[in-house]
């Protein structure tokens, strides 16, 4: 059984991804109806879009300190 990667912090940034989880708002309501393989797949792929997030929001946060 693949658990849920939620963390409670459930609201959808302008791209429609959950800035808590990283999943899609797609990934989200069909989670219940996935494979455990696909629910593997949709934890990764949120994984690496928080990442991506994260590393551009600490690149702003840079940007913004220099000016």
Same mark, same amino acid.
Not at 5 to 10: D, E, F
Not at 26 to 31: L, N, Q, S, V
Not at 32 to 47: F, N, P, W, Y
């Given at each position: 059984?693949?658990? =849920?990667?939620?963390?409670?912090?459930?609201? $959808?940034?302008?791209?429609?991804?959950?800035? /808590?989880?990283?999943?899609?708002? @797609?990934?989200? @309501?069909?989670? $219940? =109806?996935?494979?455990?393989?696909?629910?593997?797949?949709?934890? #990764?792929? @949120?994984?690496?879009?928080? =990442?991506?997030?994260?590393?551009? #929001?600490? /690149?702003?946060?840079? $940007?913004?300190?220099?000016?």
């Amino acid at each position: 059984m693949i658990d =849920s990667p939620c963390v409670r912090i459930c609201e $959808l940034d302008r791209d429609d991804m959950c800035v /808590g989880c990283g999943r899609t708002r @797609a990934e989200i @309501a069909g989670w $219940l =109806s996935m494979s455990d393989a696909q629910k593997a797949i949709v934890v #990764e792929r @949120a994984k690496q879009r928080r =990442s991506e997030k994260d590393r551009e #929001e600490r /690149g702003q946060y840079r $940007l913004r300190r220099a000016t």
